[in-house]
């Protein structure tokens, strides 16, 4: 079945440093891959997507690139801020009605 | 445009006691979604409704869960009687129709603590 595969944290980063977490999956078919964030007491909100092979899907400084050969999506940005501290969760979608698989997130901390 | 609402925000309760949670989805979103997110753990999905039918519950602890959609607009889900393995945080989403967008859209959800 389908499964999403990230890195575990928390990822704890001084403000200004690079920011990657590595996402990588197992589907049938071609999926739709997402990023969600989750800030603390809130609910998950979409950070970015793409739909389709080598599409790049980007978002308040944030980036990922669906690289079907690796079956990866990893999120980077190139200088994190401390309101970027939040859980990130990397899902996958197949088909349009069908539900979303996610990963088990990724803490991130940032600090000053 | 208003998000989708969930009640209550926190509840506690003993084992074998039963629970409620409500969703009022965005306006006009016929797609409802629960999730169930354990601590540590992505959220895994629990029942899936289109419109006032189930599309899909197969991880639906059916013995004790359930969940309706009357008319087609608020859902609730129960849990009854709930262990100690129900706590968790259940999350419900909602996903606009075919021609305006696929992306599901999630409330802030319920902390259930069983003791």
């Known amino acids: 079945g389908d499964s999403v595969t990230q890195m575990e944290g928390p990822v704890t980063l001084s403000e200004e440093a690079f920011l990657t977490i590595n996402c990588t999956y197992t589907a049938t078919g071609y999926p739709s891959l997402f990023w969600y964030v989750q800030y603390p007491g809130e609910g998950l909100q979409l950070l970015l997507k793409a739909t389709k092979a080598d599409d790049k899907g980007s978002n308040k400084g944030f980036e990922a690139t669906y690289r079907k050969e690796t079956t990866s999506f990893h999120l980077e940005k190139g200088s994190v801020q401390v309101s970027d501290s939040a859980v990130y969760f990397c899902a996958l979608r197949t088909g349009t009605a069908s539900k979303l698989t996610f990963g088990t997130g990724t803490r991130l901390q940032v600090t000053l | 445009e208003a998000g989708v609402a969930q009640s209550p925000r926190y509840k506690i309760i003993e084992k074998r006691q039963s629970v409620a949670f409500w969703c009022n989805p965005i306006?006009?979103?016929?797609?409802l979604y629960w999730y169930q997110q354990i601590l540590g753990q992505g959220p895994k999905l629990l029942i899936q409704?289109?419109?006032?039918?189930?599309?899909?519950d197969s991880q639906l602890p059916k013995d004790r869960f359930s969940a309706e959609r009357l008319k087609g607009v608020d859902s609730t889900l129960k849990i009854q009687p709930a262990k100690l393995e129900d706590s968790a945080v259940y999350l419900c989403?909602?996903?606009?129709?075919?021609?305006?967008?696929?992306?599901?859209?999630f409330g802030p959800g319920t902390r259930l603590t069983v003791t």
């Open positions: 409704f289109q419109n006032n039918g189930v599309v899909d």
């Open positions: 989403a909602s996903r606009g129709d075919f021609w305006t967008t696929y992306e599901q859209y």
């Open positions: 306006s006009g979103h016929a797609t």
